[in-house]
Nanobody
Framework: QVQLVESGGGSVQAGGSLRLSCAASGYTYGNKCMGWFRQAPGKEREGVAAIYTGGDFTYYADSVKGRFTISQDSAKNTVLLQMNSLKPEDTAMYYC????????????????WGQGTQVTVSS
């Protein structure tokens, strides 16, 4: 039974920072693809970042490039998303997801999803 639990969301002012965490149980991150996605009301779901835990590969959406950093803490079976220089347009529900099959990119199918954590950025 795979469970992904996000934490670290909250409300911040524009220019502030948050760090999101995704803790996995019934699952280990070694040689796996983990992703962060977000969805705001009335908007399409957007792939924010992804990491292949068995190598050096990371992906970032253009909208967050240079501001967000995805990383892993393998000892804690946790994936992190450090978000700096936050903008109001970053406001969304953020979801952690895991891909079971080969390949790592947000355009691919992710099989396991967390319940999400809300990020709100005020002007």
């Amino acid at each position: 039974q795979v469970q992904l639990v996000e934490s670290g969301g909250g409300s911040v002012q524009a220019g502030g920072s948050l760090r999101l965490s995704c803790a996995a149980s019934g699952y280990t991150y070694g040689n796996k693809c983990m992703g962060w996605f977000r969805q705001a009301p009335g908007k399409e779901r957007e792939g924010v970042a992804a990491i292949y835990t068995g190598g050096d590969f990371t992906y970032y959406a253009d909208s967050v490039k240079g501001r967000f950093t995805i990383s892993q803490d393998s000892a804690k079976n946790t994936v992190l998303l450090q978000m700096n220089s936050l903008k109001p347009e970053d406001t969304a529900m953020y979801y952690c997801a895991a891909r079971v099959w080969a390949g790592c990119h947000p355009s691919l199918e992710f099989q396991h999803w967390g319940q999400g954590t809300q990020v709100t950025v005020s002007s």
